[in-house]
């Protein structure tokens, strides 16, 4: 299994539609996780940060099932500014700020 | 205004011709690190440093080079680049107690020919 995994998409989500994407990890001693957002060619951008079982900001949601080891990120009431890639990151155990970064989930938000 | 500046944006180069990209964050963050993004392999940590003069290799440091000198600076060095090393780098930067929530500088997109 990959250290972190997710599906590249695209997503093809009309305006106003609910999208959820996953990201598995292979380290079950992970204990934080990370959503950036990547709009073409630009750097990356936090998005949220998931420390325990869960994180809220607005219309995104990030949610973490330790057991299953994924988590996911929740967006509602899509609007074409969230058009983007979303990148999961988890980092690596034993010190340093090793990150591992997913390939990333795409996401265009359509009219 | 806080921010990760990184110079050149661009740079076309020749194989075995050095350069250094520089970084330059205005935040007094400890946490520094490179990155190189190409297509499919996401994005891959070349170096980063913990504070200054105290840096360690991330996944794919072959062929590079850092320094950490003062606690702004954190400049990539390439001392004989090769066309593998076409890519785009992020610099970025974090501060002790959220080292995890980078802040990201724009990039540089390197070509090497």
């Known amino acids: 299994r990959k250290e972190v995994e997710q599906d590249p998409g695209p997503f093809n989500v009309p305006e106003g539609a609910t999208v959820a994407f996953n990201c598995t990890y292979s380290?079950?001693?992970?204990?934080?996780f990370f959503w950036y957002r990547q709009d073409c060619r630009k750097e990356p951008k936090l998005l949220m940060s998931?420390?325990?079982s869960g994180n809220e900001d607005g219309r995104f949601t990030a949610q973490l099932n330790r057991a299953s080891q994924y988590i996911s990120l929740l967006i509602r009431d899509s609007k074409l500014s969230d058009s983007a890639t979303y990148l999961c990151?988890?980092?690596?155990?034993?010190?340093?700020?090793?990150?591992?970064f997913g390939t990333g989930t795409q996401l265009k938000v359509e009219l | 205004e806080a921010q990760v500046t990184q110079n050149p944006r661009y740079l076309i180069t020749v194989t075995g011709k050095k350069l250094t990209v520089t970084c330059s964050q205005n935040?007094?963050?400890?946490?520094m690190s490179w990155y190189r993004q190409d297509p499919g392999l996401g994005l891959r940590q070349i170096y980063y440093?913990?504070?200054?003069?105290?840096?360690d290799k991330g996944d794919v440091p072959e062929g590079y080079k850092v320094s950490r000198k003062e606690k702004r600076n954190f400049p990539l060095i390439l001392e004989s680049p090769s066309p593998n090393q076409t890519s785009l780098y992020f610099c970025?930067?974090?501060?002790?107690?959220?080292?995890?929530?980078?802040?990201f500088g724009p990039g540089t997109r390197l070509t090497v020919t």
């Open positions: 970025a930067s974090s501060s002790l107690g959220h080292r995890y929530e980078q802040y």
């Open positions: 380290n079950s001693a992970s204990q934080s």
């Open positions: 998931v420390y325990s």
């Open positions: 990151v988890v980092p690596r155990t034993g010190g340093g700020n090793k990150l591992t």
């Open positions: 935040m007094n963050h400890e946490y």
């Open positions: 440093s913990m504070n200054v003069e105290v840096t």
